[in-house]
């Protein structure tokens, strides 16, 4: 599907979708749990399609309805032969983990752009607890045979977080604890703690240490209910969308919410966007913009439409700590850069960030997604305050996500058609 994207001014009131990261991890909990576990308002995407097509391949009887899904979980996990993760990383990693808890062996795999999506640190410190795994250069397919044992293991925190949180999930499963190492600083910090605030819900417990995190073992999960909260994530392209090209009110993000990208919100205030969040209601005004310095540690799937709203504020904008984002669904660095540039942005990349000098006007283009929902997300952004038709070539890939991007657009006033 292609959809043309015209400059636009957009006016009006939308609901966040739900959150992507709570319900894959809302899934795979009850998956765990011996019982029967109900998740209200879940996100319904490829990516959660996929979990939820994992959960029933280890056992788990799952009925999904308009706004509810009920997940009970097995006795005693399956040990399915073969797991299709599509393009869901989540996914994948956290069944690899999970896999390794059978006797095996289970092969995961995935479409072509997560078969590039390296697993190598999370595939060593299964080896290290007694799983047995064979992969292609530590890509997908990955085929693991358990069970696992405890015992200590290492990995780097700087990789990946879903590494850590596929650990937090299956190791308390485990007949004896495990002691997780991890040799370099923790990246996404928020995701790992969502993990963990997720398992608490279950009565699964683990903690911090000064080295990495102790995971104590055997523990029971026990089944618990779920309230999916808005997604930021999602979100950042409606209130971006906002800062550059109108007045949006976005309802169900909660103020407190421990999701990494609630930080979308400091960021666009730090373009000098005007926006107010009472409740569970952030409004995003446009108007004057300036420079900033974002630091993506933490905040990787913020890049892109960060970079869009870049390409109009005064002066240059420096993205840092962004390397990781040269192993998602796409090297985000290079095609962020490469399809704003398309559109007329000013962009440098650099080792593990880049460099948008603003403002810019922007034109329409004709835009390569790279089979990358991020990417055309942004894109769709700056297209609203660009200068004639911008086509966003297989816009589908947006399902992964945000099944409902553009028609959520529209809705505030974007002059949006499919192809």
């Given amino acids: 599907m292609n959809v043309v994207v015209r400059k636009s001014t957009l006016h009006g009131t939308v609901r966040a979708p739900p959150s992507k990261s709570h319900t894959h991890r809302a899934l795979i909990a009850a998956l765990?749990?011996?019982?029967?576990?109900?998740?209200?308002?879940?996100?319904?995407?490829?990516?959660?399609q996929r979990t939820m097509g994992m959960c029933r391949s280890f056992g788990a009887k799952v009925a999904h309805g308009s706004d509810r899904v009920v997940v009970t979980g097995p006795t005693v996990l399956d040990t399915p032969e073969h797991i299709d993760c599509g393009g869901s990383g989540t996914t994948l990693r956290i069944a690899t983990a999970i896999a390794a808890l059978t006797p095996g062996p289970v092969t995961l795999d995935g479409d072509g752009t997560l078969r590039k999506r390296p697993a190598t640190d999370l595939i060593r410190a299964l080896e290290a607890l007694g799983a047995q795994c064979r992969s292609p250069g530590g890509c997908p397919p990955i085929t693991v045979e358990g069970p696992m044992r405890g015992g200590s293991t290492s990995m780097s925190g700087s990789t990946s977080s879903q590494y850590v949180s596929a650990l937090l999930f299956a190791c308390p499963c485990l007949d004896a604890p495990t002691r997780l190492h991890l040799t370099s600083p923790l990246v996404s910090r928020p995701y790992v703690e969502m993990t963990r605030t997720v398992l608490e819900r279950h009565q699964v417990t683990s903690s911090e240490t000064a080295e990495g995190f102790h995971i104590p073992a055997p523990q029971r999960y026990r089944p618990a209910d779920h309230v999916i909260e808005g997604d930021y994530s999602s979100a950042a392209t409606l209130l971006a969308a906002g800062a550059l090209a109108g007045d949006v009110r976005v309802t169900s993000l909660h103020r407190n919410s421990i999701q990494g990208d609630a930080r979308i919100v400091g960021l666009l205030k730090g373009f000098g966007a005007r926006i107010k969040h009472h409740d569970d209601i952030c409004h995003v005004c446009r108007g004057p913009l300036?420079?900033?310095?974002?630091?993506?540690?933490?905040?990787?799937?913020?890049?892109?439409?960060?970079?869009?709203?870049?390409?109009?504020?005064?002066?240059?904008?420096?993205?840092?700590?962004?390397?990781?984002?040269?192993?998602?669904?796409?090297?985000?660095?290079?095609?962020?850069a490469r399809e704003l540039a398309v559109m007329g942005a000013h962009i440098d990349v650099t080792e593990d960030g880049m460099n948008v000098t603003g403002p810019t006007p922007l034109h329409g283009a004709d835009i390569e997604t790279h089979n990358d929902h991020r990417i055309a997300m942004a894109a769709a952004v700056a297209a609203l305050v660009a200068e004639g038709d911008t086509i966003l070539h297989d816009a589908q890939c947006v399902e992964k996500s945000y099944p409902h991007v553009m028609r959520d657009l529209r809705t505030l006033g974007a002059d949006i058609d499919e192809l």
């Fill in 32 to 48: 765990l749990s011996r019982g029967t576990s109900t998740i209200e308002g879940p996100l319904s995407c490829d990516d959660t």
């Fill in 290 to 336: 300036g420079a900033t310095v974002i630091d993506a540690t933490h905040v990787p799937d913020l890049v892109p439409v960060c970079a869009a709203v870049a390409t109009q504020a005064q002066g240059v904008t420096r993205i840092i700590n962004a390397g990781r984002l040269r192993h998602k669904e796409s090297d985000r660095l290079e095609t962020t």
